[in-house]
């Protein structure tokens, strides 16, 4: 398939407006990567691989699937895009200084993107996450410098950002808030860039995009700029199927406190994954495909073969947010080796 989707250069793909500069619409919340000489760590950002999923998908002779190697970011995850382009658009607005200490919540991945994005520009930043996040989240936190308060794990997310808003509010003037959950410039990065690359590494062939769901960011931006690009595609969000669940990232949306940025109206469909169901298929990458992913990227393969098994012909096109190096320490995968 690497002849088929090639390199398209500075070439317009149908539905695409705006000056192209490297093959990217002007505008692009990230900056293209460089062949040559130095380049800014925030460079790195964006221009992900998109994997052909070959020995999952054999039951599914007609149908195509695909998965954006988010992990080659250089935070290591999805939320590298929007943390960037939250941490720009504060910075333009004069909202962020030096004077200010960066604070937000995450369930890890947006967090450790924070604090990598804050180390490089000599940024404080302060963190509020759920005490039962990975030991591996935590020690990459740790290793960045990050200021991080834990917050009852039976609480999830919600009660980090219960936590966040109250320090917010108590000691406005100290502080940036981020709000991911809130802030238009996360769902903004992804209609600005995931989108894009998806378009131009599918050739336009995509019928249908399937996301998971943590703060709605993914999601809403690729598909408001999918939907424009082609207007037919299906696009299928996927949550955890109940409140309490073991898939970090990920939210059940109906207990959840609901991100301002979510927007519900755009799906075609809304897939419910089990944690035993995700954890099952996040082994199958390793055993079966050689990729070693997160837990919430077994649950985006589990939505979109569910996808699969319902049509015929088709190009599905799913997110891994990051790889299996931050649950390395899960007991899952001792609990299912042969």
Partial sequence: MQGEFGNFGNRRLPGETGTLEHGFPSGAATAPRQSGGAVDLTSLIGNTPLLRLGRITREHPGVEIYAKAEWANPGGSVKDRPALNIIREAERSGRLCHAKTLIDSTSGNTGIAYAMIAASRGYRIKLFMPANVSVERKRILRAYGAEVVYTDPLEGSDGAIRAVRALARENFGQYFYANQYDNPANWQAHYQTTASEIWQQTAGRITHFVCGLGTGGTFTGTSRRLKELRPGIR????????????????????????????????????????????????????????????ISSGAALAAALRVAGTIERGVIVTVFSDSGNKYLSERFWDDNAK
């Fill in 235 to 294: 696009c299928i969000s996927a949550q955890p199927d109940a409140a309490f669940h073991g898939l970090e990232g990920l939210k059940h949306m109906p207990t959840s406190i609901q991100p301002a940025i979510y927007d519900p109206s755009l799906a075609h469909g809304n897939i419910e994954v089990s944690t035993e169901e995700a954890y099952s298929a996040t082994l199958r990458l390793a055993r079966e495909e050689g990729l070693l992913a997160g």
